[in-house]
């Protein structure tokens, strides 16, 4: 997420510059001035290092980020991402103590922590938040379908209801009812408090989720006529609850 909720945008420090503006303008300057210095100074000390001192390092400080950030009950992916933050921040310590970042001890890795912290919270540790995820779709449909989903074939013709807040629509079809989610509904309130794109993700898993277009599907709205971009969801999620 672009916002570290300290007031400052994506940043958490303006580091004594007046506003956020100012630092991301010194910071693309910067980048373009110094660009390529640090990693070749980093890759000549990279090169200096015995093998075997620097995989034990790494080992040693992968196994304390692990078991300082990675939960016990995490699966295999949320593992393997944490392997990935880890070895950024121990690439950025070994820069730190080289003389290469002018950070503090300490600062790399703990950035590391933060950002999987930050990626953790979207993504979920597992296959329980998936199905916690996908039971707040399956209620979200549940309390919505008579009073925010329009009916566009079967009944449609005696639909006398008048709805506030429409949420999508909702077609009768052989295999069962399809309910098109609009994109915004989907995206801030089906999936409130979870990553949108990982609950589309784990609905797709279960074959509860129709497409036609990446995750979502595209179909004439019958209310404005126009192309529109939904989350078609199958009556398949109420199947064994």
């Keep these: 997420p672009a916002d570290a909720e300290k007031g400052f ?6 580091h004594e510059m007046d506003s956020a503006k100012a630092l991301a303008d010194h910071l693309q300057q910067a980048s373009k001035r110094y660009f390529g210095t640090p990693i070749r100074a980093f890759i000549k000390e990279l090169v200096t290092q015995p093998e075997s001192d620097l995989m ?3 080992r040693n400080v992968k196994a304390e980020f692990l078991t300082t950030n990675l939960p016990a009950d995490a699966k295999e992916e949320a593992g393997r991402v944490a392997d990935y933050f880890a070895l950024v921040g121990f690439a950025g310590e070994m820069a730190t103590e080289a ?7 300490g600062d790399a890795i703990n950035a590391a922590s933060q950002m999987f912290k930050e990626w953790l919270a979207g993504r979920g ?8 995820a996908i039971q707040q779709v399956r209620k979200f449909i549940q309390e919505n379908q ?8 079967g009944d449609a013709s005696n639909d006398v209801r008048t709805l506030q807040q429409i949420a ?6 052989e295999d069962g009812t399809i309910y098109y989610i ?18 589309a993700k784990a609905l797709d898993s279960k074959n509860f989720l129709i497409k036609n277009h ?25 199947e064994g609850e």
């Design 9 to 14: 945008g994506l940043f958490e420090d303006l």
């Design 56 to 58: 034990t390092a790494w």
């Design 99 to 105: 003389e290469i970042t002018g950070w503090n001890e």
């Design 125 to 132: 540790t597992g296959s329980s938040d998936e199905d916690a």
């Design 146 to 153: 008579d009073a925010r989903f329009r009916k566009i074939n």
């Design 168 to 173: 999508g629509c909702r077609e009768d079809t």
């Design 182 to 199: 609009s994109k915004d509904v989907f995206q801030i309130e089906a999936c409130k408090g979870y990553d949108w794109k990982s609950v």
């Design 214 to 238: 990446g995750y979502q599907y595209k179909r004439r709205d019958p209310e404005s006529k126009a192309m529109s971009a939904f989350y078609a969801i199958s009556s398949a999620i109420f």
